[in-house]
C-alpha cells in the first residue's frame, strides 16, 4: 500500500474510510463493499482527481464527502472536526447542470442561498452572484433561463451555483462528462483559473485520465470495488496549466502510468 497522505495542514482529512452498501434481494441481504479503507489529506488550494473503474466507488466517497451518505467505518474530518452530514463548507455538483428551467440563470446561481437563508439574503448576495457570472463568461445571460443556454455554458452556471455560498471545498462528480471534446477542454482551462483564483480546494471525480491530471496537483487511483486508493501521483506541471501541455512528454508519462494502474496487471487492476 502506497502512502497516499502528504505532510502540512490538511483542511479534509480521510481516515480508513469504508462504506459497505446493504442490497435486499428476493428476501436475502446483499452486502456491497463500495469503499474500502480510503485515506488521504488535502491541504488548502490543492486540487485532486478520482479516477478509477466504473462502479469502483469514486461516487460514494464523494458523497460521503458531501455529507450525503454516512461512511460504515473510519473518519472524515474537515479542519480537523468531524463530519456527520451535509456541511456549508462544502460544495458539491454533478455531471448534469440540473438548472431549475422556470428560474433565470441568476435565480438559479442565487438558490442555494434563497433555500438557505431566505430571499432576502439572495438579494442581498447579487452583487457576487453578479461576479461570478462575470468570471465566468455569463453576465449577459444573467436574465436568461436555462433553455437558452449551450451545454458548456449551463454547467458553468451549475458551477456559479456551486460557488456562490462560498464553500470551503469544492465536490465535482463528472463535471464536464457531458460535454463534447472541444467544450470540455474549454472548461478544463476555464475551471482551473476559477479554482486557481480562489485558492480553492477541490476534488474531481472523472473517467478522463487527462482531465485528472491536466486539472490536479495529486491524481488518487482507485482500484476495482471494493474501491481504495492504490496510489497518489502529485503531477510536477506547472499552474496554470495549458492545453498544449496535452501533448508534451511529461504530461503523456502521468498518462502511461495512470493506465498501467487502471488497466495493467499492477495493484490496480486487482480485486482483493
Ligand atoms: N445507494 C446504493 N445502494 C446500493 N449499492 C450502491 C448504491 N450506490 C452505489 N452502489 C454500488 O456501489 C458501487 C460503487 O458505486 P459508485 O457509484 O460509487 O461507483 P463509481 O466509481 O462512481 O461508478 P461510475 O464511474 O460508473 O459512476 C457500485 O457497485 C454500485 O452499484
Redesign the pocket.
Known amino acids: 500500500m502506497h502512502d497516499v497522505r502528504s505532510d502540512g495542514d490538511a483542511i479534509l482529512r480521510l481516515d480508513n474510510v469504508n462504506k459497505h ?3 435486499a434481494r428476493s428476501g436475502q441481504a446483499d452486502i ?1 463493499h ?2 474500502k479503507d480510503v485515506s488521504f489529506e488535502l491541504e488548502r488550494g490543492q486540487m485532486a482527481s478520482l479516477v ?10 464523494l ?1 460521503m464527502i458531501a455529507g450525503l ?1 454516512p461512511p460504515t467505518g473510519g473518519e472524515i474530518t474537515l479542519r480537523g472536526e468531524a463530519l456527520t452530514g451535509p456541511n456549508e463548507h462544502i460544495g458539491i455538483m454533478f455531471q448534469q447542470p440540473t438548472l431549475l428551467p422556470w428560474r433565470s440563470v441568476m435565480e438559479n446561481v442565487l438558490l442555494p442561498i434563497e433555500i438557505r437563508e431566505g430571499r432576502k439574503a439572495a438579494n442581498a448576495a447579487r452583487e457576487r452572484a453578479t461576479q461570478l457570472l462575470e468570471m465566468a463568461g455569463l453576465a449577459e445571460f444573467a436574465s436568461a433561463v436555462p433553455s437558452e443556454l449551450s451545454g458548456g455554458m449551463a454547467q458553468r452556471a451549475a458551477i456559479c451555483r456551486m460557488l456562490v455560498t462560498q464553500p470551503e471545498i469544492l465536490l465535482l ?2 463535471p464536464f462528462g457531458a460535454l463534447d471534446e472541444f467544450t470540455r477542454e474549454q472548461m478544463n482551462v476555464e475551471f482551473e483559473r476559477i479554482c486557481r483564483s480562489r485558492e480553492a480546494t477541490a476534488i474531481i ?1 472523472t ?1 478522463s485520465i487527462q482531465e485528472a491530471i491536466f486539472l490536479a496537483d495529486s491524481v488518487f487511483v ?1 482500484s476495482p ?1 471494493p ?1 481504495r486508493i492504490v496510489k497518489r501521483i502529485d503531477i510536477d506541471l506547472p499552474r496554470p496549466r495549458t492545453p498544449d501541455m496535452i501533448t508534451g512528454n511529461r504530461f503523456n508519462e502521468y498518462v502511461r502510468e495512470i493506465h498501467d494502474l487502471l488497466f495493467g496487471s499492477g495493484e490496480g487492476a486487482s480485486h482483493d
Open positions: 452498501y446493504r442490497r456491497i463500495a469503499a478509477g473503474a466504473s462502479g469502483c466507488g469514486k461516487s460514494t466517497v458523497k451518505i462528480d463528472e471525480v473517467h482507485m470495488r474501491g
